[in-house]
């Protein structure tokens, strides 16, 4: 079946502008994960969705980075006013409920590079 | 310090070798550990999962956790080129039960 999908694969920019990274979770999972992965910090949680439930935001870097999930599906990951640090590949993953024991799926992310 | 701790290579072994990564962890709250597996410019997919100190096995892989010392490991017996990718260890917790992750081995298995 059909796994997790980021769009697009590959992001350049320039910085200060804005970005926005789609993910297509895994049909049938209420819950969503954003991670980023970068040289110096390795795989860091960002943000996660469960349900209708209001958003675990305790990861995001700053008040630049949000994201939004739309009708318990598609989650879009928006960056503000993006700088050089912010390079990185943004993962998104789903789980069927988000308990310990799920297995997270992850998509092949989206390689950002803000010139 | 982080949470997890993870041997950083890169390490490179002949096709056959036996391989041992591993982990340490410090949080006590941990109590389930992962290994992820990710192909250059792919997302990571798990490997193997365990919750019980001991062994766990499957087919060319096993995984170990000792939660007396904080110790994870992954061994993989009869490495192939094929297994040549890089190896995260993780576990679940915080507040939205998000994965922790190691920074990675990579791993290459020369033919």
């Known amino acids: 079946g059909a796994g997790v999908s980021q769009s697009p694969s590959n992001k350049v920019t320039e910085k200060g502008k804005d970005v926005e990274l789609r993910c297509d979770p895994i049909?049938?999972?209420?819950?969503l994960y954003w991670y980023r992965q970068s040289l110096g910090q390795g795989l860091e949680f960002l943000i996660y969705?469960?349900?209708?439930?209001?958003?675990?935001k305790s990861g995001l870097p700053s008040d630049r980075f949000s994201a939004e999930r739309t009708g318990g599906s598609v989650s879009t990951l928006t960056i503000q006013r993006t700088q050089q640090e912010d390079s990185a590949v943004y993962l998104c993953?789903?789980?069927?409920?988000?308990?310990?024991?799920?297995?997270?799926?992850f998509g092949p992310g989206t390689r950002l590079t803000v010139l | 310090q982080k949470e997890v701790e993870q041997d950083p290579g890169p390490l490179s072994v002949p096709e056959g070798a036996i391989v041992s990564l591993n982990c340490t962890y410090s949080?006590?709250?941990?109590?389930?550990f992962m290994w992820y597996r990710q192909y250059s410019r792919k997302g990571p997919e798990l490997l193997m999962y365990?919750?019980?100190?001991g062994n766990k096995e499957d087919g060319r892989f096993t995984a170990q956790v000792d939660k007396s010392s904080k110790y994870i490991s992954l061994f993989i017996r009869d490495s192939q080129p094929s297994d040549s990718a890089t190896y995260l260890c993780?576990?679940?917790?915080?507040?939205?039960?998000?994965?922790?992750f190691g920074s990675g081995t990579q791993l290459t298995v020369l033919p």
């Open positions: 993953a789903s789980s069927l409920t988000g308990r310990d024991t799920d297995t997270q799926y």
């Open positions: 049909s049938g999972h209420t819950a």
């Open positions: 969705f469960q349900g209708n439930s209001a958003p675990d």
């Open positions: 949080n006590s709250a941990f109590q389930y």
């Open positions: 365990t919750y019980s100190s």
């Open positions: 993780a576990s679940p917790g915080g507040s939205a039960r998000q994965l922790t």
